[in-house]
Every structure is written in structure tokens, then in C-alpha cells.
């Protein structure tokens, strides 16, 4: 479970931002938007958040610097080698962006303990890292690392609850990689819940085309399958079966007109090999037969929503967190409140997955689906520094006109737009 996400100096965020996924004690939707913590001390937590703004304002660079902060977790010990760089992007508008660390820090529940970690690199080295838990609700730090200028070395705190080969772990860090994915490649049991909360951390990127496989490889379960066209078929898209076909790959089901070298590159790499083809069947008006589509011949939304289903479905029985850049893109509004339904919604979400996104969207501020705490807004001041702000900080009257209002201006995060001059 997210409670907080911070970033500074990564690509348009320059100065500490911060996404609270906290929920204010507004009592409107409060019982389909957002669930009690596993952790006394702490408040309700939101379901979802959504981040509206204009083209270049940030909303990508966000969902970015989760994405990165996540690559880095899962790989940096086992991907980067000795002198390699860590592809991270600071802010470049300010001449100090380059020279300091990219921050990042998130505060979460795992295993009903609350976690606080975080890092700073530059593309040189990790700079700082640091992990504070609350197993029994107070803070303890149980590891951080700290790089001198002054030593040309690092200085390092272990904190007494924290066990395991803390000396063998941190000779083995390098000053590339992180410390939290060193120690559990080398079988810290104690970090593992932590490092776990980042592998089933989803990301979905702009313009990420989102493979179909997934989806696929769930219909071959019968029971998954009929969950997966319930979902299809509650969107709205009338589909009475999926049928999948497997066979072997044969050029000759490649387009005629794609060109021998790529046709010849094809083959060498899918010669032999198993293929899946989806179809879905729509039933034929004033008939009983049926029409079989495959799936390369339907509509773009039908293409996303099947690819969305199986992960979606996942998302929400494993109690994970999705963050999407720009999910309504080929989706008609009535899916995406579909969509978010299933989030917003305990029988659907029992295991109290949450959505982050962003998009451009703005009838779901006016439809009874989000909280005012739910939404955030992103924009550029004038030396092009993204700032994230919730709508909450405008204080709304109930029933205030939200789309009427943000498009008129009132909250700000809106795109400049200048007079055609003839």
C-alpha cells in the first residue's frame, strides 16, 4: 500500500514534490474511495489519484521517476557492473540540476509494517540511502549510507534492530547500486518485504503499448477466462466467447506485403515456434450464429482493454499498485469509469489495490467518482519546474462545478494558449 511518493531534480522536478495517497477526512464517497490502514496510526489511504495538466507540464516525469525508482530497486545490483552509469535525469533548468543527486523517497505498508525508504544518486553514484521501519509503530533506522566528499568514501549506520551480514552486504554495494537490492541478493530475509513491495510495483509508461500476452496466458485458465470476458463484457464490448488457436508459426501467415528481409528475419527467429491466435466471437443480429474477430482486427480500444483485462484483473486480486501514464488514451470515458469502478469498490477491490494516473479527462471530476483529495494537478512555473498540488488545497464547496472550474481556471495546471496571429 502507497502512502507517499516524493521526487526532486528528475527531469522537470526540481524542488521536494510530493503525491499523498492520505486521505482527508472529507466523508463523500468515503467508503467506496478509500480503506482503513493495516496500521493504527496511520489514516484511511485513497484508492486511487489522479494528475491532470497540460501537455509538458510534468505528468509523464512523474510516472517517470516512479518508474525509474522502481528499475533501480529491482535491478541496480544485479544489472549495473563496476563504472557504469545510472540512467537518471536531473532537472536541467537550473545549473546546480546537474551537479546534485536526484531524490527519491516512498512511504508504504507491506506485510502491515510501515516502511520509509529512500535514496539520491547522481549518474555517477548513489549518494544516500536510507530505510526507517515502524514494526511495533515507532521508527526504528535500520540502515543508512551516507557518501563524504571530503573521505571519498561512505559512512554507514546500522541501526540495532536491523540484523543479518550487515559488514559483508555493504562491502559487496557498490557505489552504483543500491543497498536494499545488494543485501537481498545476498539473502537478507529482512529486507525482502520491502524489496517485494517494488516488484509488484506497476508501471505503465506513455506510449507504453501493453502486450497482450498476459491477457492471453490467462485465458488459458478456464476460470480466469470467463473473469476476463465478464470484464470485457461489462466495458460494454459484446463479446459472447474468446477462442484461442495454437499452432505452429508459418511465414505464410505473415502480410504478403511485408518485405522479404523482414519476412526472413521473422521466420529465423519464430521458426518452429508455438504461435497463439485470440479470436472473439460476437453474436450476428436476428441469428443464432456468431462472427469470429481476431483480435488484430479489432478496434484499438478492444485491443487495449483485452490487454489491460488479465494485468487489471491481477492488479486488483493481488492488492498491488498501478501507475499509468495517460490511461484513457483509445478508451471511450464510459470505460474509463469502468475501469476505475473496479477500484472504487470493495467487492471488486478486496485487496485494496490502488491506481495512480494520469490523464486528460476531465468529465471524471464532475461524475461522482473521485474525492477532491483524489485529484492532483501538475504545472510549470516560469523556469520550467513541475509543481504537484492536490485540489484539496482550494477547498471546494460540495457540489462546486470541478471540470467547469479547472477548465476556467480556477485551479490552475492549464495549457497557455496563444492567439493565432493571420
Same mark, same amino acid.
Given at each position: ?22 486521505a ?11 480503506f ?6 496511520l ?17 509523464s ?5 516512479m ?25 536541467l ?9 536526484s531524490e527519491?523517497e ?26 526507517i ?8 533506522r ?8 571530503e573521505?571519498?568514501?561512505?559512512d ?8 543479518g551480514?550487515k ?8 557505489k552504483n547500486?543500491?543497498f536494499?537490492?545488494t =543485501? /537481498?541478493?545476498?539473502n537478507?530475509?529482512? +529486507?525482502? $518485504?520491502? !524489496? %517485494?513491495?517494488?516488484?509488484?510495483? =506497476? /508501471?505503465i509508461g506513455h506510449?507504453?503499448l +501493453?502486450? $497482450?500476452g !498476459? %491477457? ?12 476476463? +470476458?465478464?470484464f ?5 464490448i459484446?463479446?459472447s ?6 499452432k ?12 522479404q ?6 521466420r ?15 453474436p ?8 469470429t ?7 484499438d480500444?478492444?485491443?487495449k ?11 486488483l ?13 483509445s478508451?471511450?470515458?464510459k ?11 470493495g ?9 495512480i494516473f494520469?490523464t486528460?479527462?476531465t ?8 474525492r477532491?483529495?483524489?485529484?492532483w ?9 513541475s509543481h ?8 471546494p ?11 476556467n481556471?480556477r485551479?490552475?495546471?492549464?495549457p ?7
Amino acid at each position: 500500500m502507497l502512502i507517499e511518493f516524493s521526487v526532486a531534480n528528475f527531469r522537470s522536478f526540481w524542488e521536494p514534490q510530493r503525491l499523498s495517497m492520505a486521505a482527508t477526512s472529507q466523508k463523500d464517497l468515503a467508503e467506496n474511495n478509500t480503506f482503513e490502514s493495516p496500521v493504527s496510526s496511520l489514516p484511511r489511504l485513497l484508492r486511487s489519484a489522479v494528475v491532470y495538466g497540460p501537455n509538458a507540464g510534468g505528468k509523464s516525469n512523474f510516472i517517470r521517476a516512479m518508474g525509474f525508482v522502481k528499475h533501480f530497486v529491482v535491478s541496480s545490483a544485479k544489472e549495473h557492473q563496476e563504472g557504469e552509469g545510472i540512467a537518471v535525469t536531473p532537472f536541467l533548468f537550473n545549473s546546480l540540476g546537474p551537479a546534485k543527486p536526484s531524490e527519491f523517497e516512498i512511504h508504504f505498508v507491506q506485510d502491515e509494517v510501515r516502511y520509509q525508504y529512500g535514496f539520491a544518486a547522481t549518474t555517477e553514484q548513489v549518494t544516500n540511502e536510507w530505510l526507517i521501519a515502524y514494526p511495533e509503530g515507532r521508527g526504528q533506522r535500520w540502515f543508512e549510507r551516507s557518501f563524504s566528499q571530503e573521505k571519498n568514501e561512505y559512512d554507514w549506520y546500522f541501526g540495532s534492530r536491523f540484523t543479518g551480514r550487515k559488514k559483508q552486504w555493504q562491502d559487496m554495494t557498490r557505489k552504483n547500486a543500491l543497498f536494499l537490492s545488494t =543485501a /537481498v541478493q545476498w539473502n537478507s530475509e529482512q +529486507l525482502k $518485504p520491502v !524489496f %517485494s513491495w517494488f516488484q509488484k510495483l =506497476a /508501471v505503465i509508461g506513455h506510449g507504453t503499448l +501493453l502486450d $497482450p500476452g !498476459f %491477457s492471453i496466458s490467462e485465458c488459458e485458465d478456464e476460470e480466469k477466462k470467463r473473469r476476463i +470476458l465478464a470484464f470485457m463484457n461489462e466495458a460494454d464490448i459484446s463479446i459472447s466467447d474468446i477462442r484461442m488457436e495454437t499452432k505452429e508459426f508459418a511465414v505464410e501467415d505473415l502480410p504478403s506485403d511485408m518485405p522479404q528481409e523482414v519476412r526472413e528475419k521473422i521466420r529465423q527467429s519464430l521458426d518452429g515456434k508455438k504461435m497463439t491466435q485470440v479470436g472473439f466471437l460476437h453474436p450476428i443480429e436476428g441469428g443464432d450464429s456468431q462472427v469470429t474477430l481476431p483480435l488484430e482486427e479489432e478496434s484499438d480500444g478492444t485491443r487495449k482493454l483485452f490487454a489491460y483485462a488479465g494485468p487489471w484483473l491481477d492488479i486488483l486480486n493481488s492488492g498491488r499498485i498501478l501507475f499509468a501514464d495517460e490511461l484513457d488514451t483509445s478508451l471511450h470515458p464510459k470505460i474509463m469509469r469502468y475501469l476505475l469502478s473496479l477500484f472504487h469498490n470493495g467487492k471488486t477491490n478486496k485487496a485494496n489495490a490502488q491506481l495512480i494516473f494520469t490523464t486528460h479527462d476531465t468529465t471524471l471530476m464532475d461524475q461522482n467518482l473521485m474525492r477532491r483529495d483524489q485529484v492532483w494537478f501538475v504545472e510549470k512555473d516560469q523556469i520550467n519546474a513541475s509543481h504537484l498540488y492536490p485540489l484539496s488545497d482550494f477547498n471546494p464547496r460540495a457540489g462546486e462545478a470541478l471540470q467547469k472550474g479547472y477548465l476556467n481556471g480556477r485551479y490552475g495546471a492549464l495549457p497557455y494558449i496563444r492567439e493565432a496571429t493571420p
